[in-house]
């Protein structure tokens, strides 16, 4: 009874001329889903890509390999045809190369064959591009401090970004992409690669961004808090209600027609508008939606007042503000758009590291 011969595909070594090395290992990690460390090992001599394959499916793999610049060459695994009961049968170790007696452990590296074949068979990048991953250098070995560095990166950027917005009186976006970068890159450089290290630097950006405007919010909220306290915020106060009665008294004399009211809103600066006929028509429309009827009102000052709700004074109400609401109500396109930069930043480092 004979057995049709199988065969393996093994790595030469190195690369074939006309190839760069980066441009090799780049193409080969591509192609079948996997780490450029991982890539790198084929360039290694005697490395086993495949085996147990038919001759022609053998010399495909061949062709396909080497056209990425990598040498392999396709050897038998078995000879062509073995009597089965045999007593001189022989077969080669797929490790160690060694000819020897057919039996279940190599005599010269000590593997055993089944558990060995089984192992690489779950490993070839080759049998299927869809399925395999690179489980031995991503996820499920990560180091312990891949998960800390993007941490402390994630809370540098986070005060760097208050520190800024404090010292120079705006918050400049492009932080919040620089955040994602630095998350990132602390997670490439301490070992971390692979999709859990890819999500886990994107909610860590996320939180460094939330908590960098949230640190800002609460500063700012202090700060105006102190204010109102002070004498000169006092001060400040008094001088805003004695112009909201000036203002009511002056609009209580003009006839409200819209040429009126847009000289109004003019001379008493409701509008960045020198002229009346500058105005437009929707800040008109909003002026006599938001102001006219606090001026037409029994007090004025409601202008100023009317949102406090029942705090006392404008310092109660800054102090009793929330900064997470100050957050969300100060989001814009702009920060978004910087904020989904950084996270998707963060996320592609994290997952495939440093593209070359």
Known sequence: MTKQATYRV???????NGFQESDVVNAFAKLFDMTQEKALTYLEPNKLVNHSLTKSRADDYKVKIESLGIPVTVQCDEP???PEASATQTISCPKCQLAQAKSTECTGCGIIFEKYNN???TESPLETTSTVKDTDSADSSLPLFAFIAPL?????GAFVWKGIALSFGYELGLIAWAIGGAVGA???ITGGRGDVMGGYCAVITLLAIFAGKYMIMSSVQLELATLFESESGSAMMTELYEEAEYDAQAFAVIDKSDASVKAFMVDHYYTDA???IFVTDRELEDFRADIQPFLESDDPTQIYTAELGNEPSFAAAMSSASPTSMVFES???????FAFFGLSTAFQLGRSGFKK
């Open 10 to 16: 093994v790595a030469n070594g190195g690369i074939l």
């Open 80 to 82: 062509e045809s073995q």
């Open 119 to 121: 192992r690489n068979e």
């Open 152 to 156: 402390i990166a994630a809370l540098i």
């Open 186 to 188: 602390a997670a490439v």
């Open 274 to 276: 020198d002229e009346a």
């Open 331 to 337: 989001l814009g396109f702009i920060d978004l758009l």
